[in-house]
């Protein structure tokens, strides 16, 4: 008896200390798989860094046949479309964050919004791509020849606005759960001292969250920087430095997409690579400033 | 939670067990089996061909079209009996190569001017004004140097877009190659390549993508592999050959192009050929093996079976090529392969 209870402790703390190891595993594989990725973009980049130097990213010129890769216009275009992605969802995700947050709180249309949200999240982007480049297009090409400009059609506009769509789900779903986690009481207060819905919200429920809306924000944003598909389909790929809204121009990912598979020679090859470093410091850029920004504010609040 | 550990441990034991009875599987195969990579234009080519050899000969063979690019480098890390490419080597490159690479011609393509001119089904070309085109030079269809050359069609006073790969491809390099012949310009400027620095337009992904942006947009023009053009029944403007005639791209027509001689390792452009009515923007397709086929711990009957191959691609083979659009080798050609074919050595030995 006295055997037997000991046995079941003893089993019962292996698995214990199994468990607790597998989640240590699980930590540690992270950690290695993020140095990993980034040595292997780093070494095999180092042909290019050591063909190219610093000019790769002051350059604007890309031309494989003459071995000269700047890769600044990538640069600018994924920031570029990035940012007016984010500017153009902006009001949207916040509007309706707040709406589902707040407003509407349950019942069969939140069920029915809630669901939407998230259906629109699982989209896969070639969809979207396909979607922008039969509707969007056609539209903003429309646009242009009422402008009396060339008519592409496809450029950073297009793109950032399907851009726009495909990160509305991302904040809005983040906003929506800090709207609500917002505590009652603190807005009863606001209420019962006179202050309007529209008051409470900005005064009491904004300042409140703005370090989870501030986090969705950034999460849609990284979203829009590494969205390859369907800003290759709608971006109109040309290599230049874009002059306006309305200019073709091309992306650190979509560029990547469309040469890696027919590059031979050993620079062409590590110059591709680096874009991928490039976009890598990129994203980790905005996350790490993003970080800051949200620790910040949290201790504001 | 103990269950769950005690489930997943059971799941995965069980996963093993069927990973391990499925390499014990692919392993137990005595027959040879050849790999491929390489370009993804001759690939419906080459699934064709492939599965016609493997009814007739009981020899597998795995193509994988991953890109001209990535079937060289395939090649050259000797993780492939063969690669394939749209554009051959240069000297530069193979010497970079250890080991001598061979190029063994399959078929030709060609790449067709498509445009999007509402009304307009016939439009004619000639090469300076092609390449003014794509140099951004020449801005509106109704320029003077375009009416020269099409009297009696009434031209559109609207803005030329000029569309191109997005993607490094075989088709960009025939395309190209054809410009910087024609042009001084556009040898200084642009040059020749799989993906280059276009000077003026749009890129769109694919032979689909430039087809897509030409076919939405009013007064684009672009070039497309000729294949897809004729599929989807797309209209093709006329290029002014070499010998001054106005030449449509058709499978007889590209055939034609490779009536001119060409050096003994068939690495050769035919663009701009002086063949009489030749379509001017026409190439090869190769395959690439090393010369010295014992590398990697290949068996000899390994490299046996791929000189087979090649041997039945370039004649019995070539009976596929028309059905699918693809223009067959000529005879000359056809007796050039044969020729590197029969070069290939085991050991130094002849095989």
């Known amino acids: 008896m006295l055997n037997l209870t000991q046995k079941t402790i003893r089993s019962v703390e292996l698995k214990e200390s199994l468990f607790k190891k597998l989640l240590v595993l699980s930590g540690l594989v992270v950690v290695f798989l993020m140095s990993g990725l980034f040595l292997t973009l780093f070494t095999k980049s180092l042909l290019s860094i050591s063909h190219s130097g610093f000019s790769f990213l002051t350059s604007s010129t890309w031309d494989p046949v003459k071995e000269t890769y700047g890769a600044l216009p990538f640069l600018l275009g994924t920031l570029i479309t990035s940012i007016l992605a984010l500017l153009i969802s902006l009001p949207f995700s916040a509007a309706l964050s707040i709406f589902i947050g707040e407003y509407l709180k349950e019942g069969f249309w939140t069920t029915v919004l809630n669901s939407s949200i998230d259906l629109l999240a699982g989209i896969p982007s070639v969809i979207f791509g396909f979607w922008g480049l039969f509707v969007v297009v056609p539209i903003i090409r429309k646009i242009e020849l009422f402008l009396g400009i060339i008519p592409h059609g496809v450029g950073i506009l297009s793109s950032s606005i399907i851009l726009a769509l495909m990160i509305i789900p991302y904040s809005a779903s983040i906003s929506r759960e800090v709207i609500s986690l917002v505590p009652q009481d603190i807005k009863e207060a606001a209420l019962s001292l006179g202050a309007t819905p529209f008051e409470m919200v900005t005064k009491v429920i904004l300042p409140y969250a703005k370090s989870g809306i501030f986090a969705g924000f950034l999460m849609s944003f990284g979203r829009a920087i590494s969205e390859t598909m369907a800003v290759t389909m709608l971006i109109g790929n040309s290599n230049k430095i874009p002059s306006s809204i309305f200019s073709p121009a091309n992306t650190l990912s979509s560029v990547i997409a469309n040469e890696f598979a027919e590059a031979a020679e050993a620079e062409y090859l590590s110059s591709l690579i680096e874009l991928a470093l490039v976009l890598f410091f990129v994203t980790a850029f905005f996350s790490l400033v993003g970080r800051f920004i949200i620790k910040k504010w949290m201790v504001n609040a | ?351």
């Open chain 2, 1 to 351: 939670m103990i269950n769950t550990i005690k489930s997943l441990t059971r799941l995965s034991a069980i996963l093993g067990l069927i990973l391990i009875t499925l390499s014990g599987c692919s392993s137990s195969s005595k027959t040879v089996e050849l790999q491929g990579a390489g370009a993804t234009f001759p690939y419906p080519l080459y699934s064709k061909m492939f599965d016609a050899y493997y009814k007739e000969n009981d020899i597998k063979i795995n193509y994988q079209a991953i890109g001209s690019g990535g079937g060289i480098r395939q090649l050259k890390n000797k993780t492939v009996d063969f690669g394939a490419s749209d554009a051959f080597m240069s000297d530069k490159a193979l010497e970079k190569t250890k080991g001598t690479i061979l190029h063994i011609p399959i078929c030709l393509g060609a790449v067709s001017i498509s445009y999007n001119l509402p009304g307009i089904d016939k439009l004619k070309l000639s090469s300076d004004v092609l390449a003014d085109i794509f140099l951004g030079k020449i801005k509106k269809w109704d320029n003077a140097r375009i009416q020269e050359i099409n009297p009696g069609v009434k031209l559109p006073s609207i803005s030329i877009v000029s569309v191109h790969r997005s993607d490094g491809s075989g088709t960009t390099f025939i395309f190209t190659d054809y410009l910087a012949k024609i042009s001084s310009t556009w040898l200084d400027v642009v040059g020749r390549g799989k993906s280059v620095n276009w000077p003026d337009g749009l890129g769109g992904k694919g032979n689909a993508g430039v087809a897509g942006i030409v076919q939405q947009t009013p007064g684009a023009i672009g070039y497309i592999g000729h294949i897809y053009a004729i599929q989807n029944k797309m209209a093709v403007a006329s290029l002014k050959n070499k010998s001054g005639r106005f030449i449509t791209p058709s499978i007889k027509t590209v055939s034609y192009a490779a009536n001119t001689p060409i050096p003994e390792d068939t690495r050769a452009s035919i663009t701009n050929s002086a063949a009489k009515n030749g379509y001017p923007i026409s190439g090869f397709t190769w395959i690439l093996v090393y010369k010295d086929q014992n590398f990697n711990s290949r068996s000899k009957e390994q490299a046996l079976q791929t000189k087979r191959l090649l041997d039945w691609m370039v004649t019995q083979g070539q009976r596929f090529a028309e059905p699918l659009h693809y223009a067959p080798l000529t005879t000359e050609v056809g007796n050039q392969a044969k020729a590197i074919i029969n070069t290939m050595t085991y050991s130094g030995s002849p095989l």
